[in-house]
């Protein structure tokens, strides 16, 4: 007969470990639904840099770095090429306009000159030969027309006499018609002849004036050789100082080369290199300033170079005022240029945190100071002090301005 078997009453083991289980899991779920998980990390307050947020007048500028320039700078090539004879001024030294620096040597020019010399005296004495052809043909024209004419009027007397007597029947008819025909004929023949030494003289005129352009031309083409000859002097175009002389004797130096430069020292400029993010804000006129030995001297910006070299352009600034004493060549003066009118803005000081952040967020402290919260902000402007801040700070509130590297990641810094 079997036994019934009954039951145990209660939980058992497995039962609790359910239970726990199911504890546990709803600790988590609470944990991570109510709790904060912001990454954290301690930071001592002696290595960061607090700053106040705050609403002050923003000034729109920038500075860059400028190099002082003469006004003007100009280029030094002979228009003559030839070897190096003399160099008559050195370089550093002051000369002024038409003051002979090289002194060059051509002896193929010497062989043109002399060509075209030549050339011009056998042109003129073709000239004065065909001066003297043209004189004695018209001499023998003019003989030949007044025979003509003294032939025409003897025959027409000749033609009178014999109509007068053939119409008395004096002499015959064949002898009449004979004279009218010898008259008819001389008289053509002075026609023709007179046309002739018309066309002659047209003709002559015409010739003489287009070998007297053609000498003339040959005159100038040998003066403007001859000046060649004045050109292997190379000579100073302004005053100034001899900046740059690259020649040595014996050297052969070709027309156009550059072969030195003269600076202009009766004013300066300054040349300075912009990032190529400003180069929509830069035009003429815009004002600046720079401060040597507690003076603040105005400056002006003269023209912008709108070619961009790895990554900047070159602008000119002059002088809008008094210029600095013992000014020189060379020297660099830091300039801050006004790039617009200052406005009320909400502002922060320029700090580390850019590199890290570029701009986009920033920590602020809490009001007890002892903790930071990472907030996206909007950066726009900038000067070389200040950013102004668009979006995401309040006046009042306080920033970490220095470097984030070590804490580029996290999300809030706990401040001891």
């Not at 056998?122 to 003989?143: F, P, S």
């Not at 352009?213 to 190379?234: P, T």
């Not at 809008?320 to 790039?339: A, F, H, V």
Request: net charge neutral; charged share 30%; glycine share 6%.
């Amino acid at each position: 007969m079997d036994v019934i078997i009954e039951k145990k009453k209660g939980l058992r083991r497995k039962h609790i470990l359910y239970i726990l289980g199911g504890f546990a899991l709803l600790l988590l779920c609470g944990w991570l639904i109510l709790g904060n998980h912001a990454s954290t990390l301690r930071v001592d307050a002696s290595q960061l840099t607090l700053s106040d947020v705050k609403q002050s007048e923003f000034k729109d500028y920038m500075r860059v770095n400028g190099q002082v320039q003469p006004i003007q700078v100009v280029q030094i090539s002979p228009e003559e090429g030839g070897i190096v004879l003399e160099k008559v001024a050195e370089e550093g030294s002051i000369v002024h306009q038409g003051d002979v620096i090289v002194r060059l040597n051509n002896s193929g020019l010497d062989l043109q000159i002399l060509n075209a010399e030549a050339e011009l005296a056998e042109k003129q004495n073709m000239l004065r030969n065909t001066q003297v052809t043209m004189q004695q043909d018209k001499l023998n024209n003019e003989t030949e027309k007044a025979s003509l004419d003294m032939d025409t009027q003897r025959k027409w007397r000749t033609y009178q006499q014999n109509e007068h007597l053939y119409n008395e029947k004096v002499i015959s008819r064949e002898e009449y018609l004979q004279s009218k025909e010898d008259y008819e004929l001389a008289k053509k023949k002075h026609t023709l002849i007179s046309q002739r030494l018309q066309q002659d003289s047209i003709y002559r005129t015409v010739q003489m004036d287009q070998m007297e352009d053609n000498l003339s031309n040959m005159r100038r083409n040998a003066e403007l050789v001859r000046n060649r000859k004045g050109k292997l002097e190379v000579r100073s175009a302004i005053n100034g100082e001899l900046g740059l002389l690259d020649v040595e004797l014996g050297q052969n130096i070709t027309a156009g080369q550059k072969i030195g430069q003269i600076n202009d020292l009766s004013d300066f400029k300054i040349e300075a290199q912009i990032d190529e993010s400003y180069i929509d804000r830069i035009h003429n006129g815009l004002d600046a300033t720079f401060e040597r030995n507690n003076e603040k001297y105005a400056l002006r910006v003269r023209k912008v170079y709108p070619e961009v070299r790895e990554g900047k352009f070159r602008t000119d600034f002059v002088f809008s005022g008094k210029r600095p004493d013992n000014i020189r060549s060379g020297q660099t003066y830091y300039i801050n240029l006004e790039l617009g009118q200052p406005e009320q803005a909400v502002i922060i000081p320029r700090g580390p945190f850019f590199q890290t952040s570029c701009g986009n967020w920033i920590f602020v402290l809490n009001k007890s100071g002892n903790k930071a919260y990472r907030r996206n902000i909007l950066i726009g402007r900038q000067n070389p002090q200040y950013y102004e801040v668009l979006e995401g700070l309040e006046p009042g509130e306080r920033v970490i301005t220095s470097g984030y590297e070590a804490f580029k990641d996290i999300e809030v810094l706990i401040i001891k």
